[in-house]
């Protein structure tokens, strides 16, 4: 491929890459299927570039996600600034972000594999729809994948020009500042950093070379962010960490951590949409541990990247909003299998049974993967709690014969292998079926869009006069349209201690359907807490997989009720 035909291909991957993610901007997200955008968290988490643009403070209240990602919302502010607050400019700041991490893959890839492995890569990365989606969210998941994957470029770039190593690191504590999930690949990049130091290469002086300057990149990242941001506001900065990444998660206990690793495939569309991009990569992936020592050190960064995510998953969350920052990982590692033109590379020939059993974990989970996304289909259009066991137990079996298989077959299976290779046609037909699934997803996403949440925005702004403060965390979701002022209710933070004692705020902002309260439980003490209360007004919005959901408008003071007489029932409350 010449060096023009290159350019123009990348070109055209980008500009349909721009067009799925700017096309309809203030669209709801997709609820049917739903990918887990939560669209009420977009104006939780622009809350303080909003309060800067539009009241001249960072702060109007206790809830401060500033604290937990200040790069994300110096974007945001920048944007806001610029433009104007509101749905389609909140939403401008992941939506670049997602473009910039197409280039940078295409990039990254290709100085490792390839032109074609480039361009394979920015098609997988620029058109999945999983990703495509939560690029069009105000959410910081994208922003931060954005920082990840440029500095993975940069120590791809490092491979030449050791000095790339520093803005590595440097892209690297951005990502953690933009969201500390990104703490993984901050320990994954020096952790290779490590490894390239130790291991004997061609060339190890450039290589040591590039591990000093990763090092250094992120040594003198986190001082300069402990000087101008984390030491100065410490109390803060402790508390919102410590609060959002460790008190509020689930347990950690031997049970939770097992349920999470076997939960993960199984709860959630994003893995079987994209099962031919994970059977891809898995396979690229586990064959990529024959020759561990040979690899370059960018992909050896992707394993590392794969690898330590998904323990990281293990350690937290399994919610969806967690494997979009995979995709750029699992992309690149699938294109440089396919257009390497080989099944797995020579070396895994050499690789005696012995040897393979080293790799017995990652065989085993990487097929309980691949079986549990398709075994999932049994049990569509929801995996409810009483299938999830069953489901479990299914897959696993699967997995448990497709390993015997695998190891039984050694090494003639490994020979196989690596004797196969992909024909320029097949890996251009399998790149094909894979976008085109995505962009029929799209598709029939934008066929069926709405506009219930931006409207709904709308309707409150009419309503209330600017300035108003209301009560809840869906106040913060229906906020960017309008100028009232959301007083956040989180769980033990962001206004908690006295969500019940709040009488200058007059209105409360929530769910009541599918049942009152959706947005979480804690906006129920609010309720409560006014039995007077009346309901002004309700508003559709799109949450759920049915797409008819209702938000409310509630005066906790009922207005003309007669003192004492209960107020409006809302509904069900949320179990």
Not at 85 to 103: F, T
């Amino acid at each position: 491929m010449t060096e023009r035909r290159f350019w123009i291909a990348l070109f055209g991957v980008l500009v349909l890459a721009a067009l799925l993610r700017t096309l309809f901007p203030t669209a709801d997200p997709p609820w049917n299927p739903t990918v887990g955008v939560v669209w009420h968290d977009e104006g939780a988490w622009v809350h303080n570039a909003r309060n800067r643009v539009l009241w001249g403070a960072w702060s109007t209240d206790a809830w401060n996600p500033l604290f937990i990602a200040p790069v994300f919302t110096v974007l945001e502010y920048v944007s806001f600034a610029l433009l104007g607050v509101g749905v389609w400019q909140a939403r401008l700041v992941s939506e670049v972000g997602g473009l910039a991490s197409v280039l940078l893959i295409a990039g990254g890839v290709r100085r490792l594999g390839g032109s074609t492995a480039g361009l394979i890569a920015a098609a997988l990365v620029g058109t999945n729809f999983f990703y495509v989606m939560y690029n069009r969210a105000a959410l910081m998941e994208s922003t931060m994948v954005a920082m990840m994957t440029a500095s993975w470029y940069c120590y791809v770039r490092a491979e030449d020009r050791p000095g790339w190593g520093v803005a590595a690191g440097g892209f690297a504590v951005l990502a953690f500042f933009t969201k500390a999930a990104a703490a993984f690949f901050v320990a994954a990049l020096a952790l290779d950093a490590v490894v390239s130091w130790l291991l004997p290469q061609p060339d190890q002086q450039a290589a040591r070379r590039r591990s000093m300057a990763a090092i250094a990149g992120l040594a003198a990242a986190f001082l300069v962010a402990l000087a101008i941001f984390v030491g100065p506001y410490w109390t803060e900065y402790r508390f919102y960490n410590w609060q959002m990444s460790v008190t509020r998660k689930p347990s950690y206990d031997l049970k939770s951590l097992l349920d999470r690793a076997s939960w993960f495939p199984v709860l959630h569309d994003v893995f079987t949409q994209n099962w031919l991009l994970i059977v891809a990569a898995t396979t690229s992936a586990l064959a990529a541990l024959a020759r561990w020592r040979t690899l370059a050190a960018g992909e050896r960064l992707l394993l590392w990247w794969i690898g330590l995510g998904t323990i990281e998953l293990f350690v937290h969350d399994v919610a969806e909003r967690r494997f979009v920052m995979f995709i750029p990982a699992v992309a690149a590692t699938a294109a440089l299998a396919l257009a390497g033109r080989r099944a797995a590379s020579v070396e895994l020939a050499q690789v005696t049974r012995a040897r393979a059993m080293l790799a017995l974990p990652a065989v085993a989970y990487g097929s309980y993967v691949a079986a549990a996304a398709l075994i999932r289909l049994l049990y569509l259009p929801e995996i409810h709690a009483g299938v999830m066991r069953s489901t479990v137990r299914l897959s696993a079996a699967v997995a448990l014969l497709a390993t015997i298989g695998i190891y039984a077959a050694w090494p003639r299976l490994s020979r196989a292998l690596a004797g196969m290779q992909w024909s320029a046609r097949a890996a251009v037909a399998f790149t094909a079926i894979v976008c085109a699934v995505d962009v029929t997803l799209f598709v029939y996403w934008a066929r069926g869009r709405s506009y219930e949440n931006i409207a709904a925005s709308i309707a409150v702004g009419r309503q209330l006069p600017a300035g108003t403060l209301v009560h809840g965390k869906l106040a913060n979701g229906l906020s960017l349209e309008n100028h009232i002022k959301p007083v956040f209710v989180g769980r033990n933070f962001g206004n908690y201690d006295d969500r019940r004692q709040r009488d200058d705020v007059r209105y409360i902002l929530t769910y009541v359907a599918p049942c009152v309260g959706y947005e979480g439980p804690v906006i129920n003490d609010v309720i409560a807490a006014y039995p007077e209360r009346r309901v002004v007004m309700t508003f559709d919005v799109a949450e759920t997989r049915t797409g008819a959901d209702r938000a409310a408008l509630v005066d906790k003071f009922g207005g003309r009720q007669p003192a004492g007489r209960p107020g409006d029932d809302l509904g069900r409350a949320c179990n």
